[in-house]
């Protein structure tokens, strides 16, 4: 059987039968569910536990066995002995344990990804293999060992090849979500996945170079090799921007795991996001580290003593409040070192304490409890006291705090004696204003050290109250079925009853702004100011990053240019890894020689970038002689792309980055094209796609960073540099632009633009 039909029918029963395990084990979870769910809620409370134990662990194996349903086996590897070892998405045994598929993170799969011919241990050849939904549509063989006699059988059946699995996958078209590269991983993107849990790596690498998709194989990774420690923990991704977020939500899925927590870091504290956009200046300065300071400042500011003490009468007796007795109840609250609402108790608590005892001082007797617990609820009733307790220790929120910071101008040069006076005016806004995205770290660094403001902290006590009693009951439930001496603790069977499954975790995780995470993926963190750190590293006191980027494409004017800078003092010299991707699998060789040699002109920082495939014609320059008819030639362009890249099945993406300034014109413009040139129910199904999935996108340079497209417009280059706030943040900006496309590039300018900015 050395024919390449045959070849493809022996794959087809292998797959078959790896489909035919997981059909088996989804309809045998399925029926445990449904027997658990049928119980209903009767019995004692053990066996209630037990039910409800139960059906969230086959709800969680239900979501895992159906999300690896697309492409569950992609390789193979022959040894010296003959043997065969299928790898896929997840790990296969039969009913008698028999292996039939192993899953690609485990130690046995990793030769598929790291063997060459100079180091390929017992491994003499791979095979990748193709599937179209179920059936084996190809088979692709690289040979390890010259001498082994698979070499032989591989060329007569025409499956000998190199690396013709990575190259088809690189030519397909876009489809909005971004896909997973398991069947393709590359040895250099494989030790970065594989590195130690416990150091924070770095991966820095040019466009296409994969960094995103290794750091979410990474997290894959880790979550299975690491499964106790991280599976209560949770992993937390942060990116850039929702539509990112929507484009990768596929990907850990398809991989074999749920549950892990995605946000942005406008949106990172619960309840809260930041909708508004800052000056590139004002987030910079918002960003800067000695804004610590500031917050800081702010807080200590609303801890002071009353310039008018009040005395109270009580009894007949005046009960004065003096300076002293303040200082030393503020004294006693910050010796607790609590956050500023939790050490608010003690101060308020000291301070009537040292009022009650001025009372008692005036009388020639001892006074009884009830005396004394009497005086104590009338200083507390008393408005004038609580008022000047108010003053002496403000209770606060964070919200509050940085609304009051932007909105009084002499507070901010109090508490930022570093900031010039152009810039306290630039941060200035209403009263009342919403909050930005660059003052969620802010916010946040103000909600870490005032604590919950105190209607929180009683709410978090009845919560409290809550939990010890459900504990209790799980105790006692473990007492009464004999279960547990240390394998199952009350902690883990009451999460348990409350749903707390990976999904769960995740939920909880994303609804508790405190919560500490196992692992943090950072994606595009070259953009991160020290701020947006300090938020991230309060969430990961163990510092286990995997941090994604490129110093070449940074916007921000208070991101990261050189990594060191920015790593050393967050987790010290020598104490992380910067691993390189060197390799472009997204341009073509043509697209990115001119964005590299741009970009090397305007002095960034390149990645050592050798694109895998050539692509004749795939960059094309146009320049317009009259300017008003750049958006009927801009229109035109993108519609000949239209025809060739995006289909009615959904597949296939378009860019025109542009102008911010350009882009209503465009958008116009480009629409009346389609209108015109495409069926009335094609351009209605264009039409009727969202922001997050739609097939023709026209947008500025900030929109598009982490995403890629078939074919990409470039616009009026020199007018996307113009607006940028720097040469620097333009170069790194119009980089980015260039370096989307999959298959093809216009630059389309007029020649006015073009003599401002050659290219």
Same mark, same amino acid.
């Given at each position: 059987?050395?024919?390449?039909?045959?070849?493809?029918?022996?794959?087809?029963?292998? !797959?078959?039968?790896?489909?035919?395990?997981?059909?088996?084990?989804?309809?045998?979870?399925?029926?445990?569910?449904?027997?658990?769910?049928?119980? #209903?809620?009767?019995?004692?409370?053990?066996?209630?536990?037990?039910?409800?134990?139960?059906?969230?662990?086959?709800?969680?194996?239900?979501?895992?066995?159906?999300?690896?349903?697309?492409?569950?086996?992609?390789?193979?590897?022959?040894?010296?002995?003959?043997?065969?070892?299928?790898?896929?998405?997840?790990?296969?045994?039969?009913?008698?344990?028999?292996?039939?598929?192993?899953?690609?993170?485990?130690?046995?799969? /990793?030769?598929?990804?790291?063997?060459?011919?100079?180091?390929?241990?017992?491994?003499?050849?791979?095979?990748?293999?193709?599937?179209?939904?179920?059936?084996?549509?190809?088979?692709?063989?690289?040979?390890?060992?010259? +001498?082994?006699?698979?070499?032989?059988?591989?060329?007569?059946? #025409?499956?000998?090849? #190199?690396?013709?699995?990575?190259?088809?996958?690189?030519?397909?078209?876009?489809?909005?979500?971004?896909?997973?590269?398991?069947?393709?991983?590359?040895?250099?993107?494989?030790?970065?996945?594989?590195?130690?849990?416990?150091?924070?790596?770095?991966?820095?690498?040019?466009?296409?170079?994969?960094?995103?998709?290794?750091?979410? +194989?990474?997290?894959?990774?880790?979550?299975?090799?690491?499964?106790?420690?991280?599976?209560?923990?949770?992993?937390? !991704?942060?990116?850039?921007?929702?539509?990112?977020?929507?484009?990768?939500?596929?990907?850990?899925?398809?991989?074999?795991?749920?549950?892990?927590?995605?946000?942005?870091?406008?949106?990172?504290?619960?309840?809260?996001? @930041?909708?508004?956009?800052?000056?590139?200046?004002?987030?910079?300065?918002?960003?800067?580290?000695?804004?610590?300071?500031?917050?800081?400042?702010?807080?200590?500011?609303?801890?002071?003593?009353?310039?008018?003490?009040?005395?109270?009468?009580?009894?007949?007796?005046?009960?004065?409040?003096?300076?002293?007795?303040?200082?030393?109840?503020?004294?006693?609250?910050?010796?607790?070192?609590?956050? +500023?609402?939790?050490? /608010?108790?003690?101060?308020?608590?000291?301070?009537?304490?040292?009022?009650?005892? /001025?009372?008692?001082?005036?009388?020639?007797?001892?006074?009884?409890?009830?005396?004394?617990?009497?005086?104590?609820?009338?200083?507390?009733?008393?408005?004038?006291?609580?008022?000047?307790?108010?003053?002496?220790?403000?209770?606060?929120?964070?919200?509050?705090?940085?609304?009051?910071?932007?909105?009084?101008?002499?507070?901010?040069?109090?508490?930022?004696?570093?900031?010039?006076?152009?810039?306290?005016?630039?941060?200035? /806004?209403?009263?009342?204003?919403?909050?930005?995205?660059?003052?969620?770290?802010?916010? *946040?660094?103000?909600?870490?050290?005032?604590?919950?403001?105190?209607?929180?902290?009683?709410?978090?006590?009845?919560?409290?109250?809550?939990?010890?009693?459900?504990?209790?009951?799980?105790?006692?439930?473990?007492?009464?079925?004999?279960?547990?001496?240390?394998?199952?603790?009350?902690?883990?069977?009451?999460?348990?009853?409350?749903?707390?499954?990976?999904?769960?975790?995740?939920?909880?995780?994303?609804?508790?702004?405190?919560?500490?995470?196992?692992?943090?993926?950072?994606?595009?963190?070259?953009?991160?100011?020290?701020?947006?750190?300090?938020?991230?590293?309060?969430?990961?006191?163990?510092?286990?990053?995997?941090?994604?980027?490129?110093?070449?494409?940074?916007?921000?004017?208070?991101?990261?240019?050189?990594?060191?800078?920015?790593?050393?003092?967050?987790?010290?010299?020598?104490?992380?890894?910067?691993?390189?991707?060197?390799?472009?699998?997204?341009?073509?060789?043509?697209?990115?020689?001119?964005?590299?040699?741009?970009?090397?002109?305007?002095?960034?920082?390149?990645?050592?970038?050798?694109?895998?495939?050539?692509?004749?014609?795939?960059?094309?320059?146009?320049?317009?002689? *009259?300017?008003?008819?750049?958006?009927?030639?801009?229109?035109?362009?993108?519609?000949?792309?239209?025809?060739?890249?995006?289909?009615?099945? @959904?597949?296939?993406?378009?860019?025109?980055?542009?102008?911010?300034?350009?882009?209503?014109?465009?958008?116009?413009?480009?629409?009346?094209?389609?209108?015109?040139?495409?069926?009335?129910?094609?351009?209605?199904?264009?039409?009727?796609?969202?922001?997050?999935?739609?097939?023709?996108? !026209?947008?500025?340079?900030?929109?598009?960073?982490?995403?890629?497209?078939?074919?990409?417009?470039?616009?009026?280059?020199?007018?996307?540099?113009?607006?940028?706030?720097?040469?620097?943040?333009?170069?790194?900006?119009?980089?980015?632009?260039?370096?989307?496309?999959?298959?093809?590039?216009?630059?389309?300018?007029?020649? *006015?633009?073009?003599?401002?900015?050659?290219?």
């Amino acid at each position: 059987m050395s024919s390449y039909s045959s070849q493809l029918h022996e794959e087809q029963a292998a !797959v078959s039968r790896a489909y035919h395990r997981l059909d088996a084990l989804r309809s045998q979870a399925r029926d445990r569910l449904d027997a658990v769910r049928s119980a #209903g809620s009767h019995g004692s409370p053990t066996q209630r536990t037990e039910r409800d134990s139960f059906a969230t662990m086959y709800e969680d194996r239900l979501t895992q066995l159906r999300a690896v349903e697309d492409r569950l086996v992609f390789g193979r590897l022959d040894d010296v002995r003959g043997e065969r070892r299928y790898i896929g998405r997840i790990g296969l045994s039969s009913e008698r344990h028999e292996p039939i598929l192993t899953d690609w993170r485990a130690e046995a799969a /990793r030769p598929f990804y790291e063997a060459t011919p100079s180091n390929h241990g017992d491994i003499v050849m791979r095979r990748h293999i193709t599937l179209n939904f179920r059936e084996v549509v190809g088979i692709e063989d690289e040979v390890l060992d010259v +001498h082994a006699e698979q070499v032989d059988r591989a060329s007569s059946a #025409g499956t000998l090849t #190199g690396e013709g699995a990575l190259l088809a996958s690189l030519s397909s078209r876009r489809t909005g979500k971004m896909a997973d590269i398991v069947a393709t991983i590359q040895a250099e993107q494989d030790r970065i996945i594989r590195a130690s849990l416990d150091r924070p790596v770095v991966v820095q690498g040019g466009p296409g170079t994969g960094k995103t998709a290794v750091a979410l +194989h990474r997290a894959a990774y880790l979550l299975y090799t690491h499964r106790r420690r991280l599976e209560n923990a949770g992993v937390l !991704v942060v990116g850039p921007s929702m539509a990112f977020l929507h484009y990768i939500d596929q990907v850990l899925p398809s991989l074999g795991e749920t549950g892990v927590v995605s946000r942005t870091m406008a949106d990172l504290i619960p309840g809260v996001r @930041g909708e508004a956009l800052d000056t590139p200046r004002n987030a910079m300065l918002k960003g800067d580290r000695r804004m610590r300071a500031v917050i800081e400042n702010a807080v200590a500011f609303r801890e002071r003593v009353p310039a008018n003490m009040p005395v109270t009468r009580i009894n007949g007796i005046n009960v004065p409040m003096r300076r002293a007795d303040i200082e030393q109840a503020q004294i006693d609250a910050h010796r607790t070192r609590q956050p +500023h609402n939790k050490a /608010r108790e003690t101060f308020v608590h000291d301070a009537l304490i040292a009022m009650r005892n /001025r009372y008692v001082e005036q009388l020639d007797y001892t006074p009884e409890q009830a005396e004394l617990s009497d005086v104590m609820l009338q200083l507390r009733m008393n408005d004038e006291v609580r008022h000047a307790l108010n003053i002496a220790w403000l209770p606060m929120t964070g919200p509050w705090l940085i609304d009051q910071l932007f909105s009084k101008p002499a507070q901010l040069r109090r508490f930022a004696p570093w900031l010039n006076d152009a810039d306290v005016d630039a941060l200035m /806004r209403p009263k009342g204003s919403a909050l930005t995205r660059s003052d969620i770290p802010l916010l *946040d660094e103000a909600m870490e050290l005032l604590g919950p403001d105190p209607k929180t902290i009683a709410r978090q006590a009845a919560a409290n109250a809550r939990r010890g009693q459900e504990e209790q009951f799980a105790k006692d439930a473990l007492a009464q079925s004999g279960v547990g001496g240390g394998i199952v603790s009350s902690s883990m069977l009451l999460d348990e009853m409350n749903g707390m499954g990976s999904e769960a975790v995740a939920q909880r995780a994303g609804s508790d702004r405190e919560w500490t995470y196992g692992h943090i993926v950072v994606d595009e963190a070259q953009e991160l100011t020290a701020m947006d750190w300090r938020m991230l590293i309060r969430r990961c006191p163990s510092r286990s990053f995997t941090i994604v980027g490129d110093v070449a494409q940074t916007a921000a004017m208070g991101g990261t240019r050189r990594w060191r800078d920015t790593m050393d003092p967050l987790f010290g010299a020598d104490r992380w890894d910067l691993d390189e991707l060197t390799i472009n699998y997204r341009n073509p060789q043509e697209v990115s020689n001119i964005a590299s040699d741009f970009a090397a002109r305007e002095g960034l920082y390149i990645s050592t970038l050798n694109a895998v495939r050539a692509l004749p014609d795939s960059v094309a320059r146009i320049e317009i002689k *009259d300017a008003e008819l750049l958006g009927k030639a801009v229109a035109h362009h993108a519609f000949k792309l239209v025809s060739q890249f995006v289909s009615g099945d @959904g597949t296939g993406r378009v860019a025109i980055i542009a102008p911010q300034g350009r882009i209503p014109a465009l958008r116009e413009a480009i629409r009346e094209q389609l209108r015109q040139e495409l069926e009335l129910d094609e351009f209605a199904r264009l039409q009727a796609q969202g922001s997050w999935d739609e097939q023709v996108s !026209v947008c500025d340079t900030e929109m598009v960073k982490g995403l890629e497209y078939d074919a990409v417009i470039v616009v009026q280059p020199a007018q996307i540099e113009e607006e940028a706030p720097s040469r620097i943040v333009a170069a790194s900006d119009l980089y980015v632009a260039m370096t989307r496309p999959t298959q093809r590039l216009l630059i389309v300018r007029t020649c *006015d633009d073009a003599d401002q900015l050659p290219l």
